[in-house]
């Protein structure tokens, strides 16, 4: 129900800043992340995919939840942005502000204590999140 209320949040904020907006969820339950850490997580991409698409041409985001085969968590999003990006070695950097941020590495942590990776990459003007979370 948490991680509805949350899609909800964004499918309606996606709706006033025009941004095409898809989302596949099959999520077990009980799954094996906390409430509060996968909407975390999620919230944290998401607010960072509007943002993006917020200064980008084509407005576009589609977020996929499930579970593979009962043994990865996977959460994958995919959204457009202005194709600026700033790096540090192979780090993404903030383009709002000085420094990385608080929402990438928040995933990346929050991932890695459940011992799972989060990934970043971008290609053109498309920014990927992957995030796959070993069910025990």
């Known amino acids: 129900m948490v991680l509805n209320a949350l899609l909800n949040h964004y499918d309606h904020l996606t709706v006033q800043e025009v941004i095409r907006f898809s989302v596949q969820v099959r999520l077990p339950h009980p799954h094996p992340v906390s409430d509060v850490d ?3 997580m999620v919230g944290n991409i998401l607010e960072n995919a509007v943002s993006a698409c ?5 407005k576009r985001i589609h977020l996929t939840i499930l579970t593979e085969d009962a ?3 996977y959460i994958v999003a995919v959204n457009t ?3 600026v990006v700033k790096l540090s070695g192979e780090r993404y950097l903030s383009t709002d502000r000085k420094g990385s941020g ?3 590495s928040s995933v990346v942590s929050t ?3 459940y011992g799972g990776v ?10 990927y999140r992957n995030v796959v979370i ?3």
């Open 111 to 113: 991932a890695e204590s």
């Open 81 to 83: 942005f202005n194709g």
């Open 102 to 104: 608080i929402g990438i």
């Open 71 to 73: 043994a990865q968590l």
């Open 134 to 136: 070993p069910i025990v």
């Open 118 to 127: 989060a990934l970043f990459s971008h290609q053109g003007t498309e920014f």
């Open 54 to 58: 917020q200064k980008a041409d084509e």
């Open 38 to 40: 996968l909407c975390s």
